[in-house]
DNA sequence: CGGATATGTACACGGTCGTTTACCTAGGAC
DNA sequence: GTCCTAGGTAAACGACCGTGTACATATCCG
């Protein structure tokens, strides 16, 4: 029976599926962690906005930095390396620009590049499942060189369009920046090849 | 006299001198919040780090938040505007590698961006005393959009060396990406020119 | 010399946070 | 049907933080 007055009753009970819950705090912190930041993001807030007990998240995560890191696990970049490279350049901008939360796991690390603890697990991520990867599949020559160029751009690109916007970057002038960022993509993608 | 047992005496009595204590707060405060960032930078830890007491922190600057803006203001990025044209791109990778402290400014900004109300002053700071007296000195044609790109180019760069790591920026291969930005600079720099 | 005031000190308030504890109960095992 | 445990809830703890207040005193002006 559920009752309008709190203070009678005890709350509805809460349909228990563990998978779900666990599924539910985890995309609650993806979103908050990579609009917010790690400090600025309670584990309060990403129970509520996950529809659960706060306590939940110490049960399921251990801890908020637990909770982090497993938002960190669940990224996966390596559909970036079926891309054909000829086309790497447009492909990748087109992948940034249209699909608004694609820049997401990026912005969650820089955000929350602050926190200590954090910061280490972003690092690790960010060499272990991107830059080592991204080395091996542009290949020689010198393709970690050009790999720390690539994410010298991108981290560049999104820092300037989402962190610290540039207000230039509108209309026809991000059109061009646009088309400035493919092209040096692309260039570093075909270094030293034909 | 200075006693051991704190309990029984006064603190020494700490020279008094505005301007000293104003700016000994403002310094602390630079290397704390283009360290750690806006949110884990404390007015106790900036005090103690001044070797001030940290009430003194709010007589002079009225809150956090107007401390951080009194660092931002302090800010003075004009003698790149002095530098010689055709030089452009080596002498300001020179400035960035070779000062160890250059990068300051910009990582506090980027360490604090989480701080909705620091990073609002971060963004204005950036658009009115970077972005647009940049796109005003790269002048015709298209300044904001070449600004834009130096800034992409920049922030990616110091993104990628000290906030972010990457492992692969070090020895060889960070001389190699350091000629890699100095070029890419000075073509913007160049772009339209004969 | 004797106040007046700018400067510095000590401390507590209210709030938020991550975490832990103690308890409840739905739902499957038998 | 009964137990038992995984899943969920409520509340509190201790720590930290930004800020405000009440008080002390060095320094300077008259």
Known sequence: MYISDPSETKRPARQRDAERTRAAILAAARTLFSTRGYAHTGVREVADLAGVNSALVGRYFGSKLGLFRATLEELDITP???????????????VFFDSPDAPGPLAMMLLSAADPEAHAASVEFLHKKVLIPLARWLGPPDGEGRAAKLSILWNGFLTSWKLLPLPALTGARLASVRRWLEAETQAIVDEGKA
């Not at 970036?80 to 087109?94: C, D, P, S």
């Open 80 to 94: 970036m390396f079926q891309l054909e490279r000829h086309r790497f350049g447009v492909t990748m901008v087109a």
